[in-house]
């Protein structure tokens, strides 16, 4: 069977797309004067307020470069893409995930993340997510270098979202995402009171599944997926404080599933992300980019780099990666992310295995930096997966047998 004639539209749609942000930024240069050519090629990083929330948190996706907004569903969908959940195939599923952070600089550091979701009768599914980051413990000194204090800084994040079928092919989903952040512990910094930064957010997303179909004669599932996430207020952790954006992001991905026989089966996926914050101007020392308005910061994002064009597309991040499942029980993945040396300049490789039993699945990835002593090297992930349809199936099968067992010892009887 050929592919559907809807999925060569999107395919077409998602190039198309990408072309108008490119045609955007060239008519943003032409009409204005390039004043900042020197600052090519030199660092001008965007920065955030908990960033955090960017931070892939399960070991699949950790595996494949860190994509998955088009990945199959899963329990971890929420951070990826919540309107997956439309087109989850299971009842219920919850994941756990445990990711040792920044090890080569501090031991201490750590992020923890659990997420599930439940499919109700009708058409929609309902998920939760909890996603608690631990910085270790800090000493705070004044300027001289005297100890005021000691304190484990901590981030966390609570996500409730919903997923639904918009169509045969389509569904939607959004999540609401709760943000708090106590990074200073309510110490005075020069003559200023701290407090906790709070924060309210949300996602919007889309995703696209098609039929099955053949590719080269093997049976092939063709997906989409979109999401803006982290729409939400502005952080401040003082009162005299100016307020800092929080990580509005947006994905863009596809991926390729390919059932190659009857125990083998592979999938390919690609993601490309952008900040939806203003880009800082080094030459501007008044800081004004931070006193947008959201929405302003968001449509400015793709045409207010400093350095022009050639700068707009050093803010998009591409990861890349590929899984392989044999008799759907064991999985190897990998994958390569790509951020360019003036925006951040992670560039890593991903390799990663999976393991899958009757009622539950274990996930571990490996990071690889491209260069030696960088800050994420030696970074591991771990997920445990668990599958209660399965479980729900195995005490069916049980109480089954156990019936067939006591109906033979009568008829014997």
Do not use: C
């Amino acid at each position: 069977m050929k592919q559907p004639k809807t999925s060569q539209f999107l395919l077409l749609l998602f190039i198309s797309v990408t072309g108008s942000i490119s045609l955007l930024h060239s008519e943003k240069i032409a009409a204005q004067q390039l004043t900042t050519d020197e600052l090519l090629g030199q660092l001008n990083t965007i920065t955030t307020s908990v960033p955090f929330l960017l931070i892939t948190p399960d070991s699949k996706a950790g595996a494949m470069g860190d994509v998955g907004v088009a990945s199959a569903p899963d329990a971890n969908s929420m951070h990826w893409n919540p309107s997956k959940y439309g087109f989850a195939q299971k009842k219920t599923g919850i994941s756990v995930s445990y990711t040792p952070w920044l090890r080569a600089l501090i031991p201490d550091v750590n992020l923890a993340y659990l997420s599930g979701y439940y499919k109700t009768k009708k058409s929609g599914t309902v998920a939760a997510s909890l996603r608690y980051f631990s910085l270790g413990d800090i000493t705070f000194t004044d300027i001289v270098g005297n100890t005021i204090g000691q304190f484990r800084p901590t981030e966390f994040a609570m996500d409730m979202g919903y997923g639904t079928k918009l169509g045969d092919h389509f569904s939607g989903g959004g999540a609401l995402r709760y943000i708090y952040s106590n990074l200073t512990g309510n110490i005075n910094v020069l003559g200023a009171a701290t407090h906790p930064g709070n924060s309210v957010a949300a996602d919007i997303s889309g995703f696209y599944q098609s039929d099955e179909f053949e590719l080269n004669g093997k049976k092939s599932i063709l997906r989409f997926g979109t999401n803006i996430s982290n729409i939400g207020a502005k952080i401040s952790y003082s009162d005299r404080g100016v307020k800092d954006f929080i990580p509005i992001n947006l994905k863009l991905g596809s991926s390729l599933h390919m059932q190659l026989d009857e125990y083998n089966e592979v999938s390919f996926a690609l993601d490309i992300n952008k900040l939806l914050v203003p880009t800082p101007d080094p030459a501007d020392s008044t800081d004004a980019w931070k006193d947008k308005s959201i929405v302003s910061g968001m449509l400015g994002s793709f045409s207010d780099a400093p350095g022009g064009f050639k700068e707009e597309l050093r803010e998009y991040n591409i990861g890349g990666g590929f899984e392989y499942w044999y008799a759907k029980q064991f999985a190897f993945r990998g994958g390569y992310f790509h951020e360019h040396a003036t925006k951040g300049g992670r560039k890593f490789i991903t390799l990663g295995l999976g393991l899958k039993y009757t009622v539950f699945g274990l996930d571990f990835s490996y990071l690889i930096p491209t260069k030696q002593q960088h800050p994420l090297q030696n970074t591991l992930r771990f997920s445990l997966l668990f599958n209660f349809d399965a479980f729900k199936n195995n005490n069916e099968e049980t109480k089954n047998s156990d019936s067939d067992k006591k109906i033979n010892e009568e008829m014997k009887k």
